[in-house]
């Protein structure tokens, strides 16, 4: 039996699996530490490793860089999995001229969202929700602009 295999067998899961879930629970624990545990998305508080998701804040898949925006770590959110994007598979259709805000949760004009461009393609989140979401962040020092900072400055 080779030591991988072995691993297994005493882990009743392959071990693969299981460092995957230790590396989750170490990470969630340290995001708790550093009370970066509240979903860039609902902003409540996650509350259980199983609700952890890790999401790309600006979409990285058909954007201009995608390897960059993949990689770089200040792209990088958490959320709860049932708020993140990606698992949005349905797309909401109200009434015409109105798109589905995830965040107030209702069909609102789509002239109260921000303007689609080729960076952006859409959002799924109204104007309004959009500046209180950032105002709550930058109140705690959590947009992507301050952790940045925070790197450059710990360099
Ligand atoms: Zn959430
Ligand atoms: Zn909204």
Same mark, same amino acid.
């Given at each position: 039996m080779g030591i991988n295999q072995k691993k297994s067998a005493q882990l009743g899961m392959s071990y693969g699996k299981a460092s995957g879930i230790l590396r989750k629970s170490i990470l969630f624990w340290l995001i708790q530490e550093l009370g970066w545990d509240t979903c860039c998305k609902c902003d409540k508080l996650i509350e259980t490793v199983d609700e952890l998701s890790i999401e790309h804040i600006e979409p990285w898949l058909d954007s201009d860089d995608p390897i960059a925006l993949f990689f770089r770590l200040n792209n990088i959110g958490f959320s709860h999995v049932c708020c993140n994007r990606q698992h949005r598979t349905? $797309?909401?259709? /109200? &009434? &015409? /001229?109105?798109?589905? +805000?995830?965040a +107030? $949760?209702?069909?609102k004009d789509v002239?109260?969202? &921000? $303007?689609?461009t080729s960076r952006h393609r859409w959002s799924d989140e109204c104007r309004e929700c959009h500046t209180i979401r950032k105002r709550k962040l930058r109140a705690k020092g959590r947009t992507a602009a301050d952790r940045r900072r925070n790197v450059d400055s710990a360099e």
């Open positions: 349905t $797309k909401k259709i /109200g &009434p &015409p /001229g109105t798109q589905w +805000c995830w +107030c $949760k209702q069909f002239s109260v969202f &921000p $303007k689609q």
